[in-house]
């Protein structure tokens, strides 16, 4: 279930912290539909688990950072783990002495995660630089980039950190909407240029100032109140080149040229998770997990699949010809990228895929909610 922020004035944050108490708990009560039963599968293509690792308890919302030769992530007490990309060995580990809200960001020689307590914590290699205290909570994990920490909380304002000696460079906030998804958003470099997901409007930043470059509207909610209104763009989004996609929870799927930001199209799909993009095809699942793929170019459908509904998949990840999502019960299933016919299926433990998955070259990782990481590749 996708988490609600209220945010605003006082006296509208209350009526609407209580209709979204009451919405949660309604839909809290309604039986979610059983998983698709997965049908018998002759692999056509070959792949095999190389390593696993355990991270301890797992971090909801947890992100991988690959970084050359290694991966990093979190665990849920504050653990940081870079691991080896080919034997999955533990190459360091540091703590911040807290449990965490939101997933490790790096730039390769400085790591940053937040706290539960609302701290934004950075380390430099294996030693705590600086920490601040956030005014709002943090569920995104943080960009390190141009010598700068980048926050996004989950009422979707930004912020800007020196990376050396913690000073706050520049907020950029987000008025005019009441409610925000605490659920991961969209922060993502391009060039010189900060994206950032306010609304339903990706915005430009200059990461030197905050100044706005520039300012597109990606979906356009409707709906009688706030909650159906609400369209904040999800993360990951996806990025190839100068084309950057990504989903407006409960409207559409837009892809938008980032150097002219300019829209090149937009579909309508609900959904609470990111997307990927290839040479040729942008893909996804909506709310019950019906996977379609939209040509690039173009927007149209190249194809979809009820295969898989109800089966709490993640984000995709594009590898060659191929797409692969995690689910709730801890499969990987890898699908052609032209017709999504099943390829491949994989386990893990059992237990869910939390972690949008990730690779390096040939080696992909998955997370599960026991707090065990598996690396697979492709024989």
Known sequence: ?????ACGPSAVRRCLVVAV???????????????TPLEPLTPRIAGKQVWRQSLGRPLAG????????????AGDDGKIVSMDIGTGTVRGQVTVGAPLSAGVGSDGRHAA???????????DGDRE????????????????????????????????????????????????DALSLAQPGVLLAYRNTLLVGMGARLLALDPLTGALRADSTLASP????????????????????????????????????????????????????GLAIDAEFVSGADATDRVSAWRRASGDVAWTSDKLRYRGLTAPLAVGSTLVFGDSEGWLHVLSQDRGEPLLRLPTDGSAIIAPLVRSGLTMLAVTRSGNVFAFRPE
């Open 1 to 5: 279930m996708t988490i609600l922020n």
């Open 21 to 35: 108490a009451l919405l949660m708990a309604a839909c809290s009560s309604v039986e979610r539909p059983k998983p």
């Open 62 to 73: 947890q992100t991988v950072a690959v970084l050359g030769d290694r991966f990093m992530l």
């Open 113 to 123: 995660v937040v706290t539960r307590n609302n701290e934004l914590v950075v380390i």
């Open 129 to 176: 630089i600086w920490r601040t205290r956030l005014n709002s909570r943090v569920v995104t994990a943080p960009l390190v980039a141009g010598e700068r920490v980048f926050i996004q909380a989950v009422d979707r304002s930004v912020q800007a950190f020196d990376v050396f000696d913690g000073r706050r460079l520049w907020t950029v906030g987000r008025s005019g």
């Open 222 to 273: 409707r709906g009688t109140n706030e909650v159906e209104r609400l369209a904040d763009l999800v993360g990951p989004a996806a990025r190839s080149g100068d084309v950057v996609c990504a989903r407006s929870f409960q409207v559409a799927v837009t892809c938008l040229n980032v150097e002219r930001h300019a829209v090149l199209w937009s579909r309508p799909q609900g959904g609470f998770e």
